[in-house]
């Protein structure tokens, strides 16, 4: 079977294991069953997402210029404690960041390849422990926008990272932690405008992914280097396919590529 498609982050859900699907303009593919099966990429041009063109990715799935001026690729974004919308200020398109920003949000640990701190919309628990290939995750905190979740994170990762080692995160390097215990010993370092939404009973939760095999030494497959590859679908994990000779490839660091993809 082929299809073709502008690549987006796979779509998931909570499962043992977890499920994905890749989303199409007019169908939809389902990944699971296509693990042990052969699977081919051919890149075929490319599809801003935020402008609809045929023009290079520069980040994020957006093409240069519109990284520069989209609303979706606010500062903000990377760096929640410059939220500004809260004090009514507008970084690029004030209603759309009052939408993003002034709900709830929520610091939490994760352990992908180490423990981390993170924030995300509460909304996007617990997708975004999924993308980043999280087999454990345990919530710090819940606040009412996205700036106090922000000032959290920036407080904690002083005392823990705020990155993840995708590559030890791949090849299955993990260490089971008590994040309970790793939460509690955070706790005083909380601001004190983020000390009444600390969540003290909140439970860990764990994930598990669809891999038969995890890569030993890894090959990432970059499509503008290498714009066709084919191989045997091995796992998933985070926003990453795994195949047998090692490759993997990032779903979601594709964003806006327009692809052939050749299932069997």
Known sequence: MQYQGVLKKMETEMGSPIQYYLLLPSDFIHMNPLLDQPMGLELV???CLSCGLDRPIFRQGFCRSCFF???????WIMHPERSRAHLGEEDRDLDFEKKMQLQPHVVYLANSSNVKVGVTRKSQVPTRWI??????????????????AGIAEVAL??????????????????EDLDLAQWRDRLRPFLPE???????ETAKEIQLEFPVLR???KIKS?????????????KGIKGQYLIFEDNTVFNVRGSEGYVVDIRLG
């Open 131 to 148: 993308d980043q290939g999280a087999h454990e995750a345990i919530i710090v905190a819940e606040t009412p926008n996205r700036y106090l």
């Open 157 to 174: 990762k002083e005392h823990v990272s705020d990155k993840t080692n995708w590559r030890r995160m791949l090849t299955n390097q993990l």
């Open 69 to 75: 001026d989209t609303p979706m690729a606010g500062e």
């Open 221 to 233: 497959l970059n499509l503008d280097k290498t714009p066709s590859f084919s191989g045997v679908l």
């Open 214 to 216: 995890y890569p030993e």
């Open 45 to 47: 041009g490319y599809q």
């Open 193 to 199: 405008a983020v000390a009444p939404y600390y969540l």
